[in-house]
Nanobody, 112 residues
């Protein structure tokens, strides 16, 4: 199983980014997927999850600003991030829930 995350970068506060995570070597459409993040000196935390059937859940800190979605044809899960804040700065990881599979992480830096 491989997860390839991309889309991170440097953005000003209030800006937007879209992260993508391409999954291979797994039956993607049957998997629950999630985006997690880890800021310097902090523990990794859940940002958003999406079930195989498309139900979503968000951390309260990103509710209303971030949207997780999936494309089962492209084997890809997305995280649309709007109205970014400096406290969103972190390495973002995609993950197959209830597995040991993690992406390599993509860095998001939000400047004030």
């Amino acid at each position: 199983v491989q997860l390839q995350a991309s889309g991170g970068g440097l953005v000003q506060a209030g800006g937007s980014l879209r992260l993508s995570c391409l999954a291979s070597g797994t039956m993607f459409r049957t998997k629950h997927m999630g985006w997690y993040r880890q800021a310097p000196g902090m523990q990794r935390e859940s940002v958003a999850t999406i079930t195989a059937l498309g139900s979503t859940n968000y951390a309260s800190s990103v509710e209303g600003r971030f949207t997780i979605s999936r494309d089962n044809i492209k084997n890809t899960v997305y995280l649309q991030m709007n109205n970014l804040k400096p406290e969103d700065t972190a390495i973002y990881y995609c993950h197959i829930i209830r597995s040991t599979a993690w992406g390599q992480g993509t860095l998001v830096t939000v400047s004030s």
